[in-house]
């Protein structure tokens, strides 16, 4: 039973450039969610989806897109990479929507330069 | 505008004794609040959910309160031992489906 995987866990992108950053979990979890944490900031939400084919924005999510075309895969595209980007990303998954705690993967360390 | 505080000072606590750490939030009413360990260079793990109808919760050597009127929740850690030194972060729901964290308190428990 692997969780919640992230990919890569570390990468160096060039302003403008663009991604994908992966996630996948195993345990027919409804809920996934994309956090970003920056020092002194604490994690905040980009995107959320309660379902495969439902998604909606969070608190930060310009500069971000996602899909949901399973339940087990919630990708996170950056369209054109901004050094306001650099962060490390979060991608977690729980059975619902608060009543439930999250499991989070490893995270993927982002330096946009 | 919507907050969650939580002391951004670290917390410095003896070994064996009861640490103690806020989290107040502002123009929200919660149904459930969390409590996460993150430790460095990896993801947060959760350890404790509260609903808003309960006082208190308890699990092992930690216990969490909620205070719908104060709106703030306070989390203990009775007997601390160094290996609980963490961060540890609040979370709430602010509507339905969203979920925001405070940047949470970093606990140093010294042997």
């Known amino acids: 039973n692997a969780g919640v995987t992230q990919t890569p866990k570390f990468q160096v992108l060039k302003t403008g450039q663009s991604m994908t950053l992966q996630c996948a979990q195993d345990?027919?979890?409804?809920?996934m969610s994309w956090y970003r944490q920056d020092p002194g900031m604490g994690l905040r939400l980009i995107h959320y989806s309660v379902g495969a084919g439902i998604t909606d924005q969070g608190e930060v999510p310009n500069g971000y897109n996602v899909s949901r075309s399973t339940t087990e895969d919630f990708p996170l595209r950056l369209l054109s990479a901004a050094p306001s980007q650099t962060s490390v990303y979060f991608c977690a998954s729980s059975y619902g929507a608060a009543n439930y705690g999250y499991t989070f993967g490893s995270g993927t360390r982002l330096t946009v330069v | 505008s919507q907050k969650i505080e939580q002391n951004s000072e670290a917390l410095n606590i003896q070994e064996g004794k009861t640490a103690t750490l806020t989290c107040n939030y502002t123009?929200?009413?919660?149904?459930?609040l969390q409590w996460y360990r993150q430790d460095p260079g990896r993801g947060p793990v959760f350890l404790l959910l509260i609903r808003e109808n309960e006082k208190e919760k308890r699990k092992e050597r930690l216990k969490v309160t909620f205070d719908t009127t104060l709106k703030q929740s306070l989390f203990h850690i009775t007997a601390s031992q160094p290996a609980d030194s963490a961060t540890y972060l609040c979370a709430l729901d602010i509507d339905l489906n969203k979920f925001y964290f405070g940047s949470g308190t970093k606990l140093n428990v010294k042997p």
């Open positions: 345990m027919n979890h409804e809920y």
């Open positions: 123009n929200y009413s919660p149904a459930y």
